[in-house]
């Protein structure tokens, strides 16, 4: 059951986290951006994650320490997208500005 739950938050990530990427972009640059930006955060939090996560247990003595590093990174990432994603149902195809 439990695994079934993480699969659908995942798919729910994975389903939502593309097309943000994609619109974020103008149609020139669309895959080169998207992919750039997703493959370096994928590099700087992916690849750094377990070096983090044995810090945080280390430094704070419990092991639901990354738990709570992550609900943070929630956080600040739910923040970013409320005050700086903006809609572009009404931008056109072919504009040259990244948003």
Not at 21 to 27: A, C, I, R, W, Y
Not at 54 to 81: C, D, E, I, N, Q
């Amino acid at each position: 059951m439990g695994t079934s739950v993480l699969g659908a938050l995942v798919a729910v990530i994975g389903t939502s986290n593309v097309p943000a990427l994609v619109e974020m972009f103008p149609s020139s640059v669309r895959a080169s951006g998207s992919a750039i930006g997703y493959t370096l955060a994928y590099v700087l939090f992916g690849g750094t994650a377990p070096f983090v996560a044995t810090g945080l247990v280390a430094g704070f003595g419990t092991p639901l320490a990354p738990a709570f590093y992550l609900m943070g990174m929630a956080l600040v990432s739910a923040v970013v997208v409320v005050l700086f994603f903006r809609e572009t149902k009404d931008l056109s195809l072919s504009r040259t500005t990244v948003l």
